[in-house]
C-alpha cells in the first residue's frame, strides 16, 4: 500500500466488520470481560468523565487494538478502558479518544470504535463531545442533550444500499433517563461540520436558520454506525464556547481546553449518574 494512512489490512479494508470483531477480541483477552454493556466516547471536555463511573479494571493503548489510531488532538487520551460500574456487574467501554472525519482517514475509521463496541455487546453507546453553542443563554461549560442532528459532511457510514431508519436515532428514553439525574438538562439539534476549522460567522447563521443549535467536528457519523448495529444512542454535548459570531471574542483550542477543564466536575458527575442510571433502567 502507498499511503500510509491507513492501518488496516488489505483483507479488511473490504470488511470493516471483521476488523471491528478482530479489534473486539483484542479488548476481550486484555480486559478479561465477556461482554462490556455501555460504551463511553469522550469528547474534548470529557476526559475525566470515566473515573466517577466506576474502577478502571484494563486500559489499552489505542495502538494495541486493531484499527485503532493515536489520539490526534491535544488534550485526549489514547486510551481504550474497561472500567465497572460501582455496585453493579456490568462493564463500560471507554474510549478516550476518538478519530475525526477531519482527519482524512476515512468514515470506516471514524466510526469503527462504534463497530468494535457493538462487536463487544454493547447496547448502548454514550457519545460525548465538545462543541460550539448558538444559545447564548448556553455559557462555556454547559451540558446539552442531543436531540437530533445535521450531517452536513455528506459522508454516511453505512455503504451500499442500508437504508437506516434515523427517527428518534437519539433514543428518547435514554435522554429521559439524562434528565432524571439532571432535570436541568437542556437538548439541542448538532450540527456536524467537516472542520477542523471552525465555522465562519454566516456559517453558524446557517446552522441556526436550518435548525441547528450547537455546531461540532463529530458524532453524526458515529451515532448513525451505532443505530445500524441496533444500539440505543445518548449524545451529550458540552459548550465549550459560544459559536462564532455569537459571542464578539474569537474562538481558541485553548480556551475549549479550559472550560473543559472548568466543566470537568459537573460533567464527570453527569455522565457517571446517566451511567448508572442506564444500567438500573436495564436491570
Ligand atoms: I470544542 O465552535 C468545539 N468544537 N465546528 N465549532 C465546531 N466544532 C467545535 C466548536 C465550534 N467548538
Known sequence: MSSDLPTTTAEHDSDPTALACEAADVITRRTGAERHDIALVLGSG???AADLVGDTIAEIPNTDVPGFHPAAVPGHHGTIRS?????????VLVFGTRTHFYEGRGVRAVVHPVRVAAACGASTIVLTNGCGGLRPEWRPGTPVLIRDHINLTAHSPLEGPTFVDLTDLYTPRLRELARSVDPGLDEGVYVQFRGPHY???????????????????????EAIAAREAGMDVLGISLVTNAAAGISPDPLSHAEVVAAGRAAADRCGRLVADVVRAIVEDAA
Do not use: F, K, N
Request: glycine share 14%; charged share 15%; net charge negative.
Open 46 to 48: 470529557w476526559a475525566s
Open 83 to 91: 472500567v465497572r460500574v460501582s455496585g453493579h456487574d456490568a462493564r
Open 199 to 221: 465555522e465562519t460567522p454566516a456559517e453558524v447563521a446557517m446552522a441556526g436558520i436550518i435548525g441547528g443549535d450547537l455546531v461540532g467536528m463529530s458524532t453524526t457519523l
